[in-house]
């Protein structure tokens, strides 16, 4: 097994670290709600609806700051022993990811201001410039469905990689991301 040990062949800790913390908060918006959905009304059926927003939320914030770091951070280079072809689709998946995963808070933020909802920070919270329009939410609300889930067929993309590299190829790449 080829192992990265060296600098050079991780992402940086602060990389590292948005890696992780935007995955948690992905697991998070998905497992809420779809738990959240199944509940009757009651406490905690809004406090999961109202913590997948604000998850959702802070996933963007975290992926614009992501994006900046990477701007000023190159990642380190993909293992020599992927083809040009193999290192061509992981770059597509990586651009699918990013794409995706700013589209899917976006529109859930169009969809809570469209319902005049608000999303909540704890210290503070934003409200809706929109007044509430449940009718024109209902196709905003098919379209943050639709993009979610292609998120969530792209992270088991993601993940079926990871895993194949680790123990079919066994180049050892999730150390890049450790
Ligand atoms: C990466 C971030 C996010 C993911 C993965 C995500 C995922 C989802 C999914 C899968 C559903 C539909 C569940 C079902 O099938 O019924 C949903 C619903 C919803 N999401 Fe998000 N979402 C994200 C971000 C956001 C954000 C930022 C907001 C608003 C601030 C938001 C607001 C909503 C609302 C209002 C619903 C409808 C809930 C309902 O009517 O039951 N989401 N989200």
Request: no cysteine.
């Amino acid at each position: 097994m080829t192992d990265v040990h060296t600098d050079a062949q991780r992402y940086d800790k602060i990389a590292r670290l948005f890696h992780w913390a935007m995955a948690l908060l992905i697991a998070y918006a998905a497992a809420s709600i779809l738990i959240g959905d199944e509940l009757p009304r009651g406490a905690l059926r809004t406090f999961l609806s109202t913590t997948h927003r604000t998850a959702g939320a802070l996933v963007l914030v975290l992926l614009a700051l992501r994006v900046i770091w990477r701007l000023f951070h190159k990642p380190p280079p993909l293992p020599s022993t992927m083809t040009p072809f193999q290192q061509k689709m992981a770059h597509f998946g990586h651009v699918g990811l990013y794409v995706l995963m700013a589209l899917v808070p976006i529109v859930g933020v169009a969809l809570t201001f469209r319902r005049g909802g608000t999303i909540d920070f704890g210290l503070f919270e934003i409200v809706s410039p929109l007044t509430a329009d449940r009718a024109a939410s209902k196709p905003i609300k098919e379209v943050h469905e639709l993009v979610a889930y292609a998120l969530f067929a792209l992270v088991g993309v993601h993940l079926a990689a990871a895993l194949w590299h680790q123990f079919v190829v066994r180049d050892n790449i999730m150390a890049r991301m450790r």
